[in-house]
């Protein structure tokens, strides 16, 4: 299986902060990745799907690029309803993995 | 509007099974595939597999081999997922999740709003 690495396991940011979040795949994955935001007791949201590509609603302050084995999610100016954990998924093997997570908090 | 809706939560005891549900709606059932995602407690995402609705092909998580089945139900867009020889480990949210696109390798972009399984003797 793909393995998936997210760092930072944990972030602390202020309101304002631009952030990046980096993912790290085992093996190319090409462009096959996608970025969800989950909060407290919530399904987990999708964010980006295609590594760079934003789902339709989502804030334009989300953004995703990289290809091959390694992948950023940058949020350019932190909000209060940002700070949650986010995943990285990889769709490019038979067998799906998503990345540990990376928790975003308060400063 | 597009939503995946799930069965109610479970207490189970090890040894047993259990089979989660979820149903859809505001889209062509045939069209998606699903798959299935869980979290134990304070813990990260895991894929446990999916499940084509057009041919009815499913692949599932290595770990999860000959414990796990998917099916679905086209006369009532019902999804479901049955896990077998429960133990502690499988306490969990359990999710079913839509592929974004007509591949089941795929971004989820719809979710049930999860199920919990607890797992007690």
């Known amino acids: 299986d793909i393995q998936m690495t997210q760092s930072p396991s944990t972030l602390s940011a202020s309101v304002g902060d631009r952030v990046t979040i980096t993912c790290r795949a085992s093996?190319?994955?090409?462009?096959?990745l996608a970025w969800y935001q989950q909060k407290p007791g919530k399904a987990p949201k999708l964010l980006i799907y295609?590594?760079?590509s934003l789902e339709s609603g989502v804030p334009s302050r989300f953004s995703g690029s990289g290809s091959g084995t390694e992948f950023t999610l940058t949020i350019s100016s932190l909000q209060p309803d940002d700070f949650a954990t986010y995943y990285c998924?990889?769709?490019?093997?038979?067998?799906?993995?998503f990345g540990q997570g990376t928790r975003l908090e308060i400063k | 509007q597009v939503q995946l809706v799930q069965s109610g939560a479970e207490v189970k005891k090890p040894g047993a099974s259990v089979k989660v549900s979820c149903k859809a709606s505001?889209?062509?059932?045939?069209?998606?595939?699903f798959s299935w995602v869980r979290q134990a407690p304070g813990q990260g995402l895991e894929w446990m597999g999916w499940i084509s609705t057009y041919n009815g092909r499913t692949n599932y998580a290595r770990k999860l081999q000959g414990r796990v089945t998917l099916t679905t139900d086209t006369s009532t867009g019902t999804a479901y997922m049955e896990l077998r020889r429960l133990t502690s480990d499988d306490t969990a949210v359990y999710y079913c999740?839509?592929?974004?696109?007509?591949?089941?390798?795929?971004?989820?972009?719809?979710w049930g709003q999860g199920t919990m399984v607890s797992v007690s003797s």
């Open positions: 505001g889209y062509t059932f045939s069209n998606f595939g």
């Open positions: 999740a839509r592929p974004k696109g007509l591949l089941e390798e795929d971004a989820f972009d719809i």
């Open positions: 093996q190319s994955i090409s462009s096959w």
């Open positions: 295609k590594a760079s």
């Open positions: 998924q990889q769709y490019s093997s038979y067998s799906i993995t």
